[in-house]
């Protein structure tokens, strides 16, 4: 029987990432440690487990917006809008703006097909929020609007990868997603190091030494990605940065994929997210100078809607044939989901001053914003203060990368079990506090490094708890050691 | 620059298919006469398009379930849970339903990713529902809830095919989304015919012949596509087919992908839906024997919620190491939206005999089903009462697919107009009546046959005013030629 030892496509060339993505492996030893838990309660020396192993915002009590629920709420059921009672449960606004949304669409009921890129009048919204936050022009007719950023990123490699000859610049360490989706569709990854000396900023240098070998190694490169703010690895790019970037990419002819998930996830007073549209556009380059494309998404930054999937990517400097060969392709899945179309018109379209519900919203927003701050800088602070620990600042995203100078006894006893030492790390961290980390080697960090990924998301009373039992394990496995 | 001339990678054998999926092509005469006509009202002899051409029930006025429509407002907006006001807007059944979901998610407020497969609960509640329906067990970690069944689809061909070696059988006339999908993932697609004269049914031979002559041509055939309720076709397998088609496959060694999501069309009564796992257990085989796997969505049936991208593929007889590969790559977009899963455990786990809502939900599914067949009923007899078109029965699914015998002299007026006939004559007909239909030239008829297909979601009011306009057209043309 064919599907009993499928010879499955992927094993050929298949990733070996084995804590791959929030949603898949990793979870299995910790899946593990939650049922013996369960089963045997006080079994452990620690009353639960601290996940932050997962970028999951909501899971870890992270609220929803309000006014995002509210009007996600009245589309779902347009019958609420015809209702008096409604008035008493949901904020005048929430309720106009659910209806002028029901308006535009198909049926007006929310459960029709729509267009492939996504409903016209959730395009405006998105492209009239993208022109207020850049300065510079934005047309509807340039976004689609898809199930998160990770629908979005698969389908530019779909377009972009022609054979394993073909090549995608992508940051080290990395982000899964990309090693994942360019060996999916038969391209070859062509990683370049992000300086972790230089806050885990872009060299230019570096860049093109990689460019220039994946060249004579036969590659034709086609795309670069840049994500900013980074993940794992947490930095803001700089402006100057950002140029540098732009000029490269325009020079070598590469398509920019921007991986900009993380513009709301910003921390430090001296940095700033800029698009790197805004950046192209403000050197005077415009859609026939360079090619870019732009992810965002609905699932972090205030939001932290995961589970929706919403998210839009913004398609520049791209001939009309090959629009129209992207619209057909979007068009194979039919439409990205309704729910996740309507929160990222909300997020990228939100309440403006003089709106009745403005201020609750800003209010919810900046809680959340601030929070995350003061739990980056708590975070990386802790790291930082460690022995043997060095952490540079999270001035963006979600996670700090703290990398971990580990001593030699160490090394060898992870080597004795067969494991890499981050992961070795990792596991007795577990198994000693209940705090969930993934190891760097999930994400190719630098030859003969070490780190451990930990998110920023859980709640301040439970960081506030967990540091001192962070302390408390690391001196003592370095003590041991 | 790359972008400008991107020499797009599905150029290279990209389909050559003019009239595809609802949401892309074919759309566009018809939106350029939408424009005329709002430009110039009373330019045209008829008030307004009759849109044949979609499979989008909501967009042609069926009115979602109310249930359903509840449950997914309240998981939406948690917070009215609490209210007591809530008991004026929404039935008890329906907030003890979200309750119980919400429940049962990460955080709590239906927000957070969930697993790749889906939520575990809603997947539990999709299980009882197909062993309910089939009378043979199904287990949760066999489900899959994906965004649509075209995900699903999709990520099956991702799986199965490994390169242009491997072929995947699918009817013919077929639905695109197959072809596309096949084209997509490097693989070739292997034709085989439908019998029209056979009520659309399938003969063995006629497969068994198609397989042998990929096998002569070096191909290794994987897996059968079969629809049913079929797409364009409209008919129901008997049993006995179903029976030959399952032996067929087992003893190929082929792996059964049936697509199953037009279960709840079926609108005759000597004919009823029996899934093919239910089918192959009824005949002994259990998942040592054969694999399959089954495709659902809430797009169709009483549901018509296409734009929500809601749907299960349920996967039997594959071993555990395939599974976990499965998983992997669906963990590459993360979760399907929560919206969806919502509705496909809804559609799965309807109210019961004894629920508040049962007899309000049984009268708008009865009501949405009684009218289908009777639409069905309509056009196929509208059709079959026209000279020189003859139209098999409308068993299930949403289409009519009748043949046009059409007259040489029209068929020498399409080649000079450089238009295949079907085109021609459904040009012509939406010139002359605004009805819009799909000529059968985009699902690869029968070499010789043209044919259109017309859905039978307009409503019965439109389908009334619409078979007189249809006659007159078609009388006329006939006559002209």
Redesign the interface.
Known sequence: ????????????H?FDCTI??????GFRVIQRLEQEMEKSPGSRPFPEITYCN?G??????Q??I?FF??V???C??P??LR?D??R??FSPCAINRARKIIESM??R????????QGIRSLREAVASGIAARDGFPSRPEDIFLT??A??AI?LSM?????SQEDGVLCPLPEYP?YS??II?H?GTMVPYNLSEDGDWGLEIFEVKRCLEEARIAGLTV??MVIINPGNPTGQVLSVTNQEEIVEFCRKE???MLADEVYQDNVYVEDRKFHSFKKVARSLGYDE????IVSFHSV?MGFS??????GGYMEIC???DD?MD?????A??????????QILTSLAMDPPKLGDGCFENFMAEKEDIRLSLAKRAKTLASAFSSLEGMTCNRVEGAIYAFPRIHLPAAAIKAAKAEGMSPDLFYACRLLDATGIAVVPGSGFHQATGTWHIRCTILPGEDKIKVMIPRLKEFHESFMNEF
Chains 1, 2 share one sequence.
């Open positions: 029987i064919i599907g009993h030892s499928l010879p499955v496509n992927l094993k050929k298949w791959f993505l929030s949603a898949y492996a997962l999951n915002p909501q899971a870890l009590g609220r929803p309000t629920r509210e996600l709420s009245l779902d059921n019958a609420l209702r009672e409604t008493m449960l198909p049926g009921n929310s459960g029709a097909y729509t267009n492939s199930d998160g990770s629908s698969n779909q377009i972009l990868i022609r997603l994942a989706s999916l038969g086609r795309a002819g590469l398509v026939n100078d360079i090619s699932s932290g809607e995961c589970g929706r999937r400097g791209f001939g090959v060969e992207i619209r057909k392709v068009s194979v899945t039919l439409c990205p989901n309704i729910g996740g």
